[in-house]
C-alpha cells in the first residue's frame, strides 16, 4: 500500500526534514546560544540527522521527479539504505522508552520530557516509519537485509568504545559518561552484562527487520494503491 502520489509526498518529506533539522537543532542548543557539541557523541543525534538527510534528499529527488514523470507514481531510496535509517531510529525510539526513560524516571520521579525529546525520540521515528508505509513500493526488501539493516548500530557500538578508550569527551569538559550510554558501560556492568545488552537489542532489531519484510511481502488485492 502507498500513496501514488508525488506532490503529497514531497510535502510530507519536506516538512519531516525541516521537523528534524530543527529538533536536532534545539538539542544542541542553537537556540539558546548555548551549543552543546558532545551531543554528537549520542546515538540520537546521528540518528536523527540520518533520517534528516533521507528526508532531504528524498524531497529532492521527489521534486525533481515530478517535473520529469508526472504526480502519479513513487520516489524512493535504495530499500537497503532506507531499511538501516529505518531500523536506526526504531532503534532510537525503543532505547529511550524502554531503558532510558524507565533509568531516568527511577532516579528522578518528577521528571518531565521535553518537547525536543519527544520529537527527536517519537515524532522522528514515526514520520521516518510512515514515510515508508506510505510512499515507498513495496516488495523491494532481500531476505537478508534485515542482517545488513544492524551494521549502522553495530558501527556506532564499535565507536562508543573507541571514544571510550581515548575519552574524546572528558576533553569537552561535559561530564557526560564516557561510555555514552549506561547500559553500554563496561565498568559499571562489566563485560559479560554488556554483551548480553548488546545481543539482546540485535536480536530485537533482526527480529523487527524480519517483520518489516514481512510487511514488505504482503500484497494487496491487484496491488491496491491510493492517490
Known sequence: MNINNRVVAAIYRTMAALISIFAISSDFGVFRGNIASENIFYFTIISNFLCFMMFTFLSIKT???????GVKGSTSIS??????ILISIILTMMVYHFILIPYAL?????????PTDI????VVPCLTIFDWILFDDKKRFKLYDP??????????????YIQA??????????GMDKY????????????????GNIIKIAAILITIGYFLYGIDRIRL???EKFL
Open 63 to 69: 521534486i525533481k521527479e515530478i517535473k520529469t514523470y
Open 119 to 122: 520529537v527527536l525520540h517519537y
Open 106 to 114: 527511577n532516579l528522578d520521579p518528577t521528571r518531565r520530557l521535553s
Open 165 to 174: 578508550e581515548y575519552n574524546f569527551i572528558e576533553k569537552l569538559n561535559s
Open 79 to 84: 530499500p537497503h539504505i532506507k531499511g538501516s
Open 221 to 223: 488485492k491487484k496491488d
Open 147 to 160: 542482517l545488513i539493516w544492524i551494521i549502522i548500530p553495530c558501527i556506532y557500538v564499535s565507536f562508543v
Open 180 to 195: 555514552v550510554y549506561a547500559f553500554l558501560n563496561l565498568d559499571l556492568l562489566g563485560k559479560q552484562e554488556v554483551e
